[in-house]
């Protein structure tokens, strides 16, 4: 599962998304945090066409803390996430989404530049005069947040990345520009192309309806993507993340796994003992499946394939593992 951090200047309306997105109360004053089903429509269609007894969906968790970047609890709790939701207020006559986000930028590349400077001091101390090993790292950190570009954009090598994930930098992690939109308007373009927009506020609202009405009610407004698949697609998209699904009688379910997995580690994601003992992965992608009508049909007309340890597994690929221990 992974965790997603809400950034954004006070009032961006961050908790009024954390609120949208997991339906939850967002109480002031703490970091809330709450774990949302991530939707899927293909679950279902697999659930019913299997009569699984099961279904389980992916998970992601959203962690909404107050004060922003200027609370150090607030910076901790975020240096732990897996990507970072920059919350970017769109609505109000006042709103100047541009220069916001450029705010909110600086503010974690200063972040940043804090923690790598004192690490430098502390390993500068330790190095007694001399450059050392540990150094080398914090000192191409230093540079780049220096130069105001963010450490995942600083060309840095693999192992300097290794040495630096002890210190947790958040420009680092993959970060995903929402813009928080006034009803009835668009994403602004100034905001880039990346950009998702979300109707926190009218979302929110309909946090505490039923389903059916909830969904009425943001047809009226024009909201067809709900907020939370919005966010979600663009993490995932950030993340590098795609979904592989297992199905059957016992149960359908949704995992994860970082895009570019070969079939060994995608199994591990089930269990470690699938990547252990891996032996072959028989496998065919969703459409094709739903094509066939059901795994029978598709076992019948020699649609599943076979596939061995170097496969690369596809968005939407359904997996049967074949393993030993
Ligand atoms: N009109 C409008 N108001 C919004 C929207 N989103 C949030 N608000 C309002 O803006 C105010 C601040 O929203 P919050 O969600 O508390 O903002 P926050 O980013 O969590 O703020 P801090 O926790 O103080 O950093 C609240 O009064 C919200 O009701 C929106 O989309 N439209
Ligand atoms: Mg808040």
Not at 87 to 110: K, N, Q, Y
Not at 157 to 167: H, K, M, S, T
Not at 168 to 184: D, M, S
Request: with cysteine; net charge negative; aromatic share 4%.
């Amino acid at each position: 599962m992974k965790d997603v951090g809400l950034v954004g200047v006070p009032f961006s309306g961050k908790s009024t998304l954390f609120t949208a997105l997991t339906r939850a109360g967002a109480a002031g004053g703490q970091a809330n945090v709450a774990v949302v089903q991530v939707p899927d429509p293909r679950l279902d269609v697999l659930t019913d066409m299997e009569h699984s007894k099961k279904t389980v969906a992916a998970q992601v968790r959203f962690v909404d803390v107050p004060g922003g970047l200027s609370s150090t609890q607030g910076v901790a709790k975020l240096r732990e996430v897996d990507a970072l939701a920059l919350v970017i207020r769109c609505f109000g006559t006042d709103a100047s989404p541009a220069p916001e986000l450029a705010d909110v930028r600086s503010e974690l590349l200063l972040a940043d530049l804090q923690v790598v400077d004192s690490a430098l001091q502390k390993a500068t101390k330790r190095g007694k005069g001399k450059t050392t090993a540990e150094m080398v790292p914090l000192q191409k950190a230093h540079d780049a947040l220096s130069a105001e570009t963010p450490l995942r954009a600083a060309s840095l090598d693999p192992a300097d990345v290794i040495e630096l994930r002890g210190i947790a930098p958040l420009t680092l992690k993959p970060e995903v520009v929402i813009a928080n939109l006034e009803e009835g308007t668009e994403v602004p373009a100034e905001l880039g192309p990346g950009a998702a927009g979300v109707y926190a506020s009218i979302e929110a609202e309909t946090a505490e309806m039923e389903p059916e009405e909830a969904r009425a009610l943001l047809e009226e407004f024009g909201v067809t993507e709900p907020g939370l698949e919005t966010v979600i697609a663009a993490c995932y998209s950030a993340i590098d993340l795609i979904t592989f699904l297992t199905t059957g009688e016992d149960e359908t379910r949704a995992w994860e796994v970082r895009r570019g997995a070969k079939a060994p580690e995608a199994s591990g994601v089930i269990h470690t003992d699938l990547e252990r003992g891996f032996i072959r992965a028989e496998v065919i992608g969703y459409d094709e499946l739903v094509a066939q009508g059901s795994m029978e049909a598709a076992k019948a007309h020699g649609k599943i394939r076979v596939e061995g340890k170097d496969y690369v597994v596809a968005e939407g690929d359904i997996l049967h593992v074949r393993f030993a221990v």
